[in-house]
């Protein structure tokens, strides 16, 4: 009988009801915050936050420029970003030589001060820095880099242009009893190409038949070709030779290229010519005494003709190509090339003497 009544106890209904109040009113609580904070984020989602004092450059240098091979390589941050925990630095790269080629160079977790990734390494303190030591061939082309955070994303651009140095070919020739040797050296930097061996023929080139003409692997980006050329060959009266790069730009192959002049064939192959080897010299240098970009060799009356390459005058103060601005102020050349002061004497480079 008390059992039963205790079970019908107004109070401890009362109390009941209340307690299931209070449990109810936590739970709506509870889904309202969910959904402020469901909404928030979604808010935070349609307005990617916009950060105006972020930027990267290349080399802390903000404008366009071209590297040399071995310049430092590194792109920062100008000011230090918060980054979540779910943050993410992404780079790719599509190098020059094939631009449809993607390359993922960098692809980490933004957590650590420094973080390893292959050939980079990743700063992030005092600000953001993705070094790489220096440029080397084959590294130019766009790189773009990416960060990923939670709320939104960043992207840069930069291109990478190397300046590749490239000097002309230097044309050497030597004439021997039924034929001419010829060696012709080439570099360009990063992109080494073989030297062919052409006929320039009334203004026209083209290729010399039955001449074999070889190259060498490059050493230090350097071709070295050569070859043996029949006399009966080649015309003397009307045609010369150009050893020229084997490149894709013409206009770039035109300009390196080294024409050996019609009278430095006349002169190693007839008796009359303007320049003849003295009988006394054994192992002499002597400059053309019309052009200078020519200088000859005279090894026990042996006669050895060259040229100097683009941009170099043969020197009579050093007895060896140098910069054209510095020959000139030998005043022994005019800017077009032409020999000064000389006459019709032949004059010995490494003596400073002249022979008439």
Same mark, same amino acid.
């Given at each position: 009988?008390?059992?039963?009544?205790?079970?019908?106890?107004?109070?401890?209904?009362?109390?009941?009801?209340?307690?299931?109040?209070?449990?109810? $009113?936590?739970?709506? &609580?509870?889904?309202?915050?969910?959904?402020?904070?469901? =909404?928030?984020?979604?808010? =935070?989602?349609?307005?990617?936050?916009?950060?105006?004092?972020?930027?990267?450059?290349?080399?802390?240098?903000?404008?366009?420029?071209? #590297?040399?091979?071995?310049?430092?390589?590194?792109?920062?941050?100008? !000011?230090?970003?918060?980054?979540?925990?779910?943050?993410?630095?992404?780079?790719?790269?599509?190098?020059?030589?094939?631009?449809?080629?993607?390359?993922?160079?960098?692809?980490?977790?933004?957590? *650590?001060?420094?973080?390893?990734?292959?050939?980079?390494?990743?700063?992030?303190?005092?600000?953001?820095?993705? !070094? !790489?030591? +220096?440029?080397?061939?084959?590294?130019?082309?766009? #790189?773009?880099?990416?960060?990923?955070?939670?709320?939104?994303?960043?992207?840069?651009?930069?291109?990478?242009?190397?300046?590749?140095?490239?000097?002309?070919?230097?044309?050497?020739?030597?004439?021997?009893? *039924?034929?001419?040797?010829?060696?012709?050296?080439?570099?360009? =930097?990063?992109?080494?190409? /073989?030297?062919?061996?052409?006929?320039?023929?009334?203004?026209?080139? &083209?290729? +010399?038949? @039955?001449?074999?003409?070889? /190259?060498?692997?490059?050493?230090?980006?350097?071709?070295? /070709?050569?070859?043996?050329?029949?006399?009966?060959?080649?015309?003397? =009266? *009307?045609?010369?030779?150009?050893?020229?790069?084997?490149?894709?730009?013409?206009?770039?192959?035109?300009?390196?290229?080294?024409?050996?002049?019609?009278?430095?064939?006349?002169?190693?192959?007839?008796?009359?010519?303007?320049? @003849?080897?003295?009988?006394?010299?054994?192992?002499?240098?002597?400059?053309?005494?019309?052009?200078?970009?020519?200088?000859?060799?005279?090894?026990?009356?042996? +006669?050895?003709?060259?040229?100097?390459?683009? &941009?170099?005058?043969?020197?009579?103060?050093?007895? $060896?190509?140098? @910069?054209?601005?510095?020959?000139?102020?030998?005043?022994?050349?005019?800017?077009?090339?032409?020999?000064?002061?000389? &006459? *019709?004497?032949?004059?010995?480079?490494?003596?400073?003497?002249?022979?008439?």
């Amino acid at each position: 009988m008390s059992k039963d009544m205790g079970s019908c106890n107004p109070q401890r209904m009362i109390a009941g009801i209340i307690i299931g109040l209070m449990i109810v $009113t936590m739970l709506v &609580g509870i889904l309202i915050l969910g959904l402020k904070s469901s =909404e928030s984020e979604n808010q =935070e989602a349609n307005n990617p936050i916009v950060i105006e004092d972020f930027e990267c450059v290349l080399n802390n240098i903000s404008e366009t420029r071209k #590297y040399k091979v071995n310049s430092p390589f590194s792109i920062s941050c100008t !000011r230090s970003l918060q980054f979540g925990s779910n943050s993410r630095l992404i780079m790719k790269f599509n190098p020059n030589y094939n631009l449809s080629q993607e390359y993922v160079e960098v692809n980490v977790s933004i957590e *650590n001060d420094i973080i390893k990734a292959g050939s980079w390494e990743v700063r992030t303190s005092p600000h953001i820095e993705l !070094r !790489r030591g +220096l440029i080397e061939c084959g590294q130019d082309g766009v #790189y773009d880099i990416t960060f990923q955070t939670p709320k939104t994303n960043i992207s840069f651009v930069f291109i990478v242009d190397i300046d590749k140095e490239t000097t002309g070919v230097e044309l050497k020739f030597t004439e021997k009893e *039924n034929e001419y040797l010829i060696n012709c050296t080439y570099r360009r =930097e990063c992109d080494p190409a /073989c030297i062919i061996l052409w006929e320039v023929r009334n203004g026209s080139i &083209g290729p +010399l038949p @039955h001449v074999g003409f070889n /190259c060498s692997d490059p050493v230090d980006w350097m071709v070295h /070709c050569w070859g043996n050329i029949p006399k009966t060959s080649i015309n003397l =009266e *009307n045609n010369t030779l150009m050893c020229r790069p084997n490149i894709t730009n013409q206009t770039e192959a035109d300009y390196f290229g080294a024409v050996l002049p019609n009278n430095i064939l006349q002169c190693n192959n007839i008796t009359d010519c303007d320049f @003849h080897c003295p009988k006394e010299s054994l192992d002499d240098y002597f400059i053309d005494t019309t052009y200078c970009n020519i200088f000859h060799r005279c090894v026990n009356g042996t +006669l050895y003709s060259e040229t100097c390459s683009i &941009g170099t005058f043969f020197s009579t103060r050093h007895c $060896t190509c140098a @910069h054209i601005d510095e020959v000139l102020q030998d005043r022994s050349c005019t800017r077009d090339g032409l020999r000064l002061e000389t &006459g *019709n004497q032949i004059v010995l480079c490494r003596a400073h003497k002249s022979i008439t």
